[in-house]
Nanobody, 128 residues
Framework: QVQLIESGGGLVQAGGSLRLSCAAT????????MGWFRQAPGKEREFAAA????????NYADSVKGRFTVSRDNAKNTVFLQMNVLKPEDTAVYYC?????????????????????WGQGTQVTISS
């Protein structure tokens, strides 16, 4: 059974930083693109960042580019999202997700429907 468990969310002031982690079990981790999506209240889930199975390539939404960094440790089956210079508009539930197909078709990394498995989400709240 595949499980993705996020951690690291919390409440920080604008301009601060957080580091999210997502630990995966039950899958061949290095075969999967790992993505981070977020969903703010009243809004649709949106793509934030993704990293290829071998960690060699990354993708970012324009809204987070230059502030967020996605990385992974395949030895520990864990993906990270380092979030710096946080803004109130970054407030959302953050989800990690795993996609087998997106590692084969990179253009699909930003599409939520491509992802096979999802975590339960972790709340990130940025105060102004």
């Amino acid at each position: 059974q595949v499980q993705l468990i996020e951690s690291g969310g919390g409440l920080v002031q604008a301009g601060g930083s957080l580091r999210l982690s997502c630990a995966a079990t039950g899958l061949t981790f290095s075969s999967y693109v790992m993505g981070w999506f977020r969903q703010a209240p009243g809004k649709e889930r949106e793509f934030a960042a993704a990293i290829s199975g071998n960690g060699g390539s990354t993708n970012y939404a324009d809204s987070v580019k230059g502030r967020f960094t996605v990385s992974r440790d395949n030895a520990k089956n864990t993906v990270f999202l380092q979030m710096n210079v946080l803004k109130p508009e970054d407030t959302a539930v953050y989800y990690c997700a795993a996609s087998l197909l997106a590692d084969l078709v990179p253009r699909l990394r930003t599409t939520a429907g491509t992802y096979n498995y999802w975590g339960q989400g972790t709340q990130v709240t940025i105060s102004s």
